[in-house]
């Protein structure tokens, strides 16, 4: 009887949850039953799963992401641009899940309330709530954290703003997803809307279920607002509150940042030491060790560089030795002992075994105190190899960029005056001298020869030592080693290999500008020196005719003597090089000079180095009167006497160029009476006499045309709009007849501006004439543009001479003006908004193109002739820049047939013509309208899931707040 009554209850209870479970699945009914089932079925399934997978891709970015030491850590690893892909398709799948768990778990029905029954104010605030499962809020807070960890804080923001929204009425999610928020916009570098959330967020009390997270978003607001004193204070709770102890060391290293930042010595040498204590991975403590030596250097150097002396000797730290002898270096530079520091750089240098952020700081700061020691030969070549190991979002990226240029530019020239000054002086030193001076070199090269046999040997021995411990379970064959140099490495990692390169280069090409075609010595489309000369500017046919010519190529008493001087081994080598006869001498000088003028003009110019590039400058002026430059030198002289206040100087220079040099183009510069004026606004000057000068050009005003070219000529010869006066001033004098003249200014441009955008057009008009073209005249007659034709260019195509008639083909309206009388661009804009705002179901193309003189915007998309013909009437009527007459704007209505034929086989004249005998008479139908679309489409409806079951349960006011689940904060 008693097993009777226990199998009827489990029948009973077993039937119940039946119908709770087939009552409760449906997010249209709000009831407690309905609450419990969406609640418990979100945790424990989609929900589940999701926070699976954001902790797997939490791990996967704690363990892969590497941090750089070089510069302050982020509290997030999720803001660099390392750490933001690091598991990105775990977060996905856990922004999937949680996407999936709002839609079919959210409940947005508000219950229903016995109209009886007293409202408290808990019931007021359970009845204006927006959202009625209890869990979904830690599905939100999941989206938010995955998009965050994904680097896409705009959207983890979006995020959080609506959370907060969503559950502004439940005092402790709205304050966790504002944290989050003000994170989010913290990483994002919106300080402003951060300090906005966190000044409303003050205002309000916040609920003790919030502050941890609190606590992260203010120490994570101050670390990127650069308040270090608050940061701190924050960081240490934020270490309180920290789980993870890999993550809490992480932090104790950040604090001893900003601690030795702010000058707190102890401080940050106790938060180093509790990173030490931690055991963290061994890249965070050796760098917590590096750090401890900085901090405590003062007044304990030399301990602190014998300490980091020992850690460069043990094997553990054989890749780290670039961060050591950094350290190294630092310490040295805090005791102004530069030479040292140098030294300590150099040896980070050859011993890194690593290409990253590490080196290229070492390289940087190294090349920063070579660049300030003015040894810009040794600064390039530590920008060169910085600026590929650097990330593009360091501030001082910029500069180290504008540097590496300038000093590409400079220090060619001043390796030749290094060079030519010493070649020079051994010319006058004794037989004795040159030969120990090339002893010297031998050394020297043999010393780094040696060096980087060595290095080559030891990267090898380490690549060879990896591969045995890699293979030793299962692999019995040994791998083979080629010996290499040192680079076994990219080409441009090794510096060695690029100057061997630039060497060989500069011998077979001699010195070339990084530019396309750089191997053409003429860059214009026009052959402007015979063939003969411009085969003696040509390094390659040279060297070709060099060696068919010579005698040493066949003769058997030289090749000794040839093969020794050109091995740098042999004292040959570099004795041949010294400049011994008057014609050698008068050749090293030539380059000396040279050197010293561009040299001058790049310290002056790019490097503002004044002192620098007047010492240049004024050696050249008082040793060398007779150099062919020497006007050009005289004018950058004048520049920097009247930039120091010397004026009497300047007018000596000014004298001299007189003197001297009267026809010289800065003779002329200098002489002119409007200098002043033209040197502070002449840009501006200039630009607004061409504008004029090309307006007279246009409406046939050659007399304009000509006055402001003869300003150009006296005034800014050397302005940024003389190619475009040339040009203009050679198709005036074609238009008036003078063929000689238009084309003597048009080789003017190409031979004086060939880098200009016109010399290209100049040259081709050259290049024509010379091959027997005539030239024509160019007037721009209004009348003729709209009557002109080119049909000749289509008598090869298939294109009919006639005109259609067919109105049922698709046509379109098309807008035809002349060339630079309308402002395209603004007609493009207002055109488009004319069609937005009258036309919101059709969607007419717009189209712009130019030909010869007139410009078409054509707008397409009309089934036929009346479609188009309709859209041309209300265009007159409601769009202003057709109304206005002096737009010159005109109006046709073409078939796309028609179109093709106009302004070739048809001119727009005879279309005009054709339009109003033919085809405008027609009117189109009154009830025909453009706001219809073209064809509806039908959406197919998708079946979804639906219960209509019901449930009458009394309602309840629930809150269920589950915060020890909460992860990677």
Known sequence: MEKRRDAKRLTLFAAVAAILSLTACSTQKNTSASRWWHAFNARYNTYFNGSQAFIEGSQEKEDGHHDNFTEQLPLYPAGTKSGKDIGKEKFDRAIEKVEKAIKRHSIKRRPQWTKSRRKTKQDLEWLGRKEYNPFIWKAWLLLGKSQFQKGEFEEAASTFSYMSRLYATQPAISGISRAWLTKSYAELGWLYEAEDVITKMRRDSMDYRAVTDWDYAYCDYYLHNGNRKEAIRYLKKVIGHERRRKLRARQWYLLGQLEAAEGNRKAADKAFRKVISMSPPYELSFNARIAMTEVAAKGKAKTMVSRLKRMAASDNNKNYLEQVYYAIGNIYLAQHDTLKAISAYEEGNRKATRNGIEKGVLLLNLGNIYWTRKDYANAQRCYNEAIGLLDKDRCDYDQLSRRSVVLGRLVPHVETIHLQDSLLYLAQSSESERIAAADRQIALLRKQEK??????????????????????????????????????????????????????????????????????????????????????????????KE??????????????????????????????????????????????????????????????????????????????????????????????????????????????????????????LLSNPYYIEDSRWGEHIEDSIYTATYEAFKQGRNDVVKANLGISDQRFEQGDNRPRFLFIGALTMLNEGDAEGCIRRMTEVVEKHPKSEIAEMAGMIVKGVRQGRKLNGVGLDVGELWERRSHETLRDTTTADTLSLNHDQPHVVMLAFRTDSVNSNQLLYELAKHNFTNYLVRNFEIKVEDMEGITRMTVSGFLNYDEASLYRRQLVTSFPPIRRQESGIRLYVVSESNIKQL???????????????????????????????????????????????????????????????????
Request: aromatic share 8%; proline share 5%.
């Open 903 to 969: 302004g070739t086989t048809f001119s727009y004249a005879d279309y005009e013509t054709f339009f109003n005998e033919n085809i405008a008479p027609a009117e189109p139908p009154q009830e025909l309208s453009l706001d219809e679309p073209v064809e509806v489409v039908v959406k197919e409806q998708t079946e979804e899931d639906v219960d209509t079951s019901d449930n009458g349960e009394k309602e309840e006011t629930e809150e269920t707040f589950d915060f020890d689940e909460d992860f990677y904060r």
């Open 451 to 544: 060096e980087a046999r060595e290095a080559a040997l030891d990267q090898e021995a380490e690549k060879l030592q990896q591969q045995n411990t890699a293979g030793q379970e299962a692999s019995n064959i040994k791998p083979t080693v080629t010996p290499k140099t040192d680079a076994a490495l990219w080409y441009f990692y090794n510096p060695t290999a690029v100057a061997q390169g630039k060497a060989a280069f500069e011998r077979k090409w001699g010195r070339r500008e990084n530019i396309d075609n750089w191997r053409r010595s003429n860059q214009t489309v026009v052959k402007l020196d015979s063939e003969e000369s411009e085969a003696l500017h040509d390094p390659e046919s040279q060297q070709e």
């Open 547 to 668: 060696d068919t010519a010579s005698p040493a190529a066949t003769s058997d008493s030289e090749p000794q003597k040839s093969k020794d001087s050109d091995d740098p081994h042999q004292r040959a080598y570099y004795l041949a090089q010294i400049p011994l006869t008057k014609e050698q001498k008068a050749e090293a000088e030539e380059k000396l000079k040279e050197a010293l003028l561009n040299a001058g003009i790049v310290m002056k110019d790019d490097m503002d180095e004044i002192e620098e590039s007047r010492r240049h400058l004024e050696r050249l002026s008082n040793t060398w009167h007779d150099f062919r430059r020497d006007d050009e030198t005289c004018y950058h002289l004048f520049l920097i006497y009247l930039r120091k206040g010397e004026g009497h100087k300047a007018d000596q220079m000014v004298a001299r160029l007189k003197e001297r040099h009267p026809e010289s183009q800065y003779t002329k």
